[in-house]
Nanobody
Framework: QVQLVESGGGLVQAGGSLRLSCAAS????????MGWYRQAPGKQRELVAT???????NYADSVKGRFTISRDNAKNTVYLQMNSLKPEDTAVYYC????????????????WGQGTQVTVSS
């Protein structure tokens, strides 16, 4: 009954911008962290950016200075503002959330969105 709903992917020219959104819905007790991962054809899924409920962020070196992750804790929503996009950013982007569904959960459980395609043309 937990669902991660993504939006904002699409086609953009190199140097352009996109903003991805992901909202976690369902019965959620608390959100430990949310983030974005991506997977390009022939490559492993890799971390793009994460953010904790307290606001601590982590970025892949390849996106530092270009991407910004943010969150709205009240809405269990995470955003990824992607600027200065490059063709190598082309990938399927997956929303990820580390969630506690019950008050007695000592640790969170990982959930994934369905993925959204981001294509950057040169």
């Amino acid at each position: 009954q937990v669902q991660l709903v993504e939006s904002g992917g699409g086609l953009v020219q190199a140097g352009g911008s996109l903003r991805l959104s992901c909202a976690a819905s369902g019965r959620i007790f608390s959100v430990n962290a949310m983030g974005w991962y991506r997977q390009a054809p022939g490559k492993q899924r890799e971390l793009v950016a994460t953010i904790t409920s307290g606001g601590s962020t982590n970025y892949a070196d390849s996106v530092k200075g270009r991407f910004t992750i943010s969150r709205d804790n009240a809405k269990n929503t995470v955003y990824l503002q992607m600027n200065s996009l490059k063709p190598e950013d082309t990938a399927v982007y997956y929303c990820n959330a580390d969630l506690r569904l019950y008050y007695f959960d000592y640790v969170g459980k990982n959930y994934w969105g369905q993925g959204t395609q981001v294509t950057v043309s040169s």
